[in-house]
T-cell receptor, first 111, second 113 residues
Framework: GEDVEQSLFLSVREGDSSVINCTYT??????LYWYKQEPGAGLQLLTY?????DMKQDQRLTVLLNKKDKHLSLRIADTQTGDSAIYFC???????????FGKGTKLSVKP | NAGVTQTPKFQVLKTGQSMTLQCAQD?????MSWYRQDPGMGLRLIHY???????DQGEVPNGYNVSRSTTEDFPLRLLSAAPSQTSVYFC????????????FGPGTRLLVL
């Protein structure tokens, strides 16, 4: 079945780059997503990448996709304290056309 | 646009009680879904709907019912609440099944005693 794996925690210093990694299993996934969840809030779509792309850049965010290894990463440049949140990787590959989420990576940014 | 709204924000129930979690969207989206979020489990799909009058089960549908009488509303019903249903519930909507831009509501925190 489909599964999305990501590490649970990441701690960085303010100003450094953060890299959050994710692996997925469904090679037929058409879209892959990164969501951000701040404490007590819902999920906010950060960015997404179509499966025929290798890279997508959006301001401080860079998404890299390695289809051969089924590996997705999110790089946040110049990480700020406001970036502290839980980041979810998700693939659009469920049998019902739904999103399959990873368990989330909690990013802590130290001043 | 208000986007996706959910009520209530927080609810405490006793085991065996019933309640309805409300979800509404004003973006004329066809696709709506309910997820539950539990610690260490990520989000899991409960039920979804691809349009008014059409609903189907997701990954964890037991103990929940849904209906979709209008495009705007997608309520989630707990017929007899159990402590295992203590969770945070998120409603989401999107314009199509590709979910390129899926919008999430703010969530409902449910505690079942």
């Amino acid at each position: 079945g489909e599964d999305v794996e990501q590490s649970l925690f990441l701690s960085v210093r303010e100003g450094d780059s953060s890299v959050i990694n994710c692996t997925y299993t469904d090679s037929s996934s058409t879209y892959l997503y990164w969501y951000k969840q701040e404490p007590g809030a819902g999920l906010q779509l950060l960015t997404y990448i179509f499966s025929n792309m290798d890279m997508k850049q959006d301001q401080r965010l860079t998404v890299l996709l390695n289809k051969k290894d089924k590996h997705l990463s999110l790089r946040i440049a110049d990480t700020q304290t406001g970036d502290s949140a839980i980041y979810f990787c998700a693939e659009m590959g469920g049998s019902q056309g739904n999103l399959i989420f990873g368990k989330g990576t909690k990013l802590s940014v130290k001043p | 646009n208000a986007g996706v709204t959910q009520t209530p924000k927080f609810q405490v129930l006793k085991t065996g009680q019933s309640m309805t979690l409300q979800c509404a969207q004003d973006m004329n989206h066809e696709y709506m879904s309910w997820y539950r979020q539990d610690p260490g489990m990520g989000l899991r799909l409960i039920h979804y709907s691809v349009g008014a009058g059409i609903t189907d089960q997701g990954e964890v549908p037991n103990g929940y019912n849904v209906s979709r009488s209008t495009t705007e509303d997608f309520p989630l019903r707990l017929l007899s609440a159990a402590p295992s249903q203590t969770s945070v519930y998120f409603c989401a909507s999107s314009s199509g099944t590709f979910q390129e831009t899926q919008y999430f509501g703010p969530g409902t925190r449910l505690l079942v005693l």
